[in-house]
């Protein structure tokens, strides 16, 4: 089955710095991988994500990277601010299982003021 | 559109007692999948239902089990609870249209307290 690894697991930043958080994943058949923000006593809520037809996919400060042939990808916050502070998941999904996602460990990020 | 509804909410059980937990997706959605959230092992995928069907199973023990509705709600059931049970539940709900991979909304999930 499918094994996602995230990096790091605790990331600090000072405010308007930049973050980069990277996954790697085992199964190259994975061709849908989601990004997903959890604040303390919420629900994960999807921030970006990117299918495997296209490397790199942008949606204002956030970004994603996937390298096909390296089976990694990269979640990038620029201008980072407090409100960023949250857990990052970054999953993936297989073909043929659409709807049956494989989570990474999460990062702590925390945006210092 | 309102969005994934979870209830109950908080819940605490005891050892080999079962709990029955629901999920009532976005409306006209017609996937439903389960995940369970602890600190230990992270998020991992239960079973996945689609029209009344369960289309993928995860790696957990037959005391799990799940099943939907002709309106797409989930339920989820956990028999003979056992302390490791304790964790967040939480729901996601998809279209359920097509082939390609869709985006999944997440419940606000149900705390499971074991003792």
């Known amino acids: 089955g499918e094994n996602v690894e995230q990096h790091p697991s605790t990331l600090s930043v000072q405010e308007g710095d930049s973050a980069v958080i990277k996954c790697t994943y085992s199964d190259s ?5 989601p990004w997903y923000k959890q604040e303390l006593g919420k629900r994960p809520q999807l921030i970006i994500d ?10 204002q400060r956030i970004a994603v990277t996937l390298n096909k042939t390296a089976k990694h990808f990269s979640l990038h916050i620029t201008e980072t601010q407090p409100e960023d502070s949250a857990v990052y998941f970054c999953a993936a999904s297989p073909t043929g299982s659409a709807r049956q996602l494989t989570f990474g460990s999460g990062t702590q990020l925390t945006v210092l003021p | 559109k309102a969005g994934v509804t979870q209830t109950p909410r908080y819940l605490i059980k005891t050892r ?4 029955t937990l629901s999920c009532s997706p976005i409306s006209g959605h017609r996937s439903v999948s389960w995940y369970q959230q602890t600190p230990g092992q992270g998020l991992q995928f239960l079973f996945e239902y689609f029209s009344e069907t369960q289309r993928n199973k995860g790696n ?9 509705f002709s309106n797409s709600r989930s339920e989820m059931n956990v028999s003979t609870l056992e302390l490791g049970d304790s964790a967040l539940y939480l729901c996601a709900s998809s279209p359920g249209r097509g082939q390609l991979q869709e985006t999944q909304y997440f419940g606000p999930g149900t705390r ?3 003792l």
């Open chain 2, 60 to 68: 957990f023990p037959g005391r799990f089990s799940g099943r939907q």
């Open chain 2, 16 to 19: 080999g007692q079962q709990v």
């Open chain 1, 50 to 59: 990117i299918r495997s037809n296209v490397g790199e996919k942008k949606d």
């Open chain 2, 112 to 114: 499971l307290l074991v």
């Open chain 1, 29 to 33: 058949a994975s061709n849908y991988f």
